[in-house]
């Protein structure tokens, strides 16, 4: 979980103006005043026009900051200011629970305060996830014994939309991918772009989420080996599928010739 941290140091009794949040604080008796704070990310990308920022189980959630002594300490139930200084979201100033009013095209900043200390994370806004299709339900992958580059598929891709058209896509929300399929489980995983095992990825500004297959060659069982690797897609919202989930993608597994 990415986290912000902002810091605060003793210098004279002024307040610096810059990345850092400076404060000045009597250190002898400290237990209750604020070194920093810490901003938990938020536990989804976006929210959706017209409804609060939930998390993957559909619940509303508030925002989480905690708060910490010159010694360490947490400091119970620190009072902390929710705001944003953009448009797109209300955010409630006391419990921190967000709503989209209106699409934007950047994020929008979350602000918590506590006391001359504050912290930032940004959330998007998007629109109600309605449908969940596979921009290439079938593809392949022509593998290679000898060079392992060629042994990652391109994307299996789904694509988010919103509407009775369908012709709204959904940005910045959360899809997940699972093998549901494979002739052997040593076979291959899923990744992201950088190569990384990863089963989980979030819509781009086109709708689009996506995973690569990657290929394991020695748990081929032979060198010619023909084969298929089925993945499902699933995106939730307010913890129920979205329509069309889970969505079934078919790679099929081919030497290359």
């Known amino acids: 979980m990415t986290k912000l ?17 400076y404060a000045c604080t009597n250190t002898s008796d400290a237990s209750d005043a604020v070194l920093s704070i810490q901003f938990d990310s938020l536990p989804a990308p976006a929210v959706v026009v017209g409804d609060s920022l939930r998390d993957t189980t559909g619940a509303i959630v508030q925002p989480v900051v905690r708060a910490f002594n010159f010694k360490g300490g947490e400091i119970a139930q620190p009072p902390v200011w929710f705001q944003s200084p953009d448009s797109g979201v209300t955010v409630d100033s006391a419990s ?13 900043r979350i602000v918590a305060t506590v006391g001359q200390l504050q912290a930032v994370q940004r959330v998007d806004v998007t629109l109600r996830p309605d449908l969940i299709q596979a921009v290439n339900p079938e593809d392949s992958l022509k593998y290679s014994l000898g060079d392992t580059t060629k042994d990652v598929s391109t994307e299996l ?6 509407g009775a058209a369908n012709d709204s896509v959904v940005k910045s ?34 709708g689009i989420a996506g995973r690569k297959f990657r290929l394991h060659p020695k748990f081929l069982s032979s060198a010619t080996q023909v084969d298929s690797i089925v993945v499902n897609a699933t995106a939730r919202y307010r ?12 790679l099929r597994l081919t030497p290359l010739s």
């Open 157 to 162: 891709q789904v694509k988010l939309t919103h």
């Open 5 to 21: 941290w902002v810091r605060a140091a003793l210098l004279g009794c002024g307040v610096v103006a810059s990345a850092t949040a």
């Open 173 to 206: 929300w959360i899809v997940s991918f699972m093998i549901v399929y494979t002739p052997d489980p040593q076979l291959g995983e899923l990744v992201n772009d950088a190569s990384k095992p990863s089963s989980v990825d979030t819509t781009n500004t086109s």
């Open 239 to 250: 913890g129920a599928p979205v329509a069309g989930s889970p969505v079934r993608l078919v």
């Open 96 to 108: 921190g629970i967000i709503v989209g009013d209106s699409l934007i095209s950047n994020s929008a």
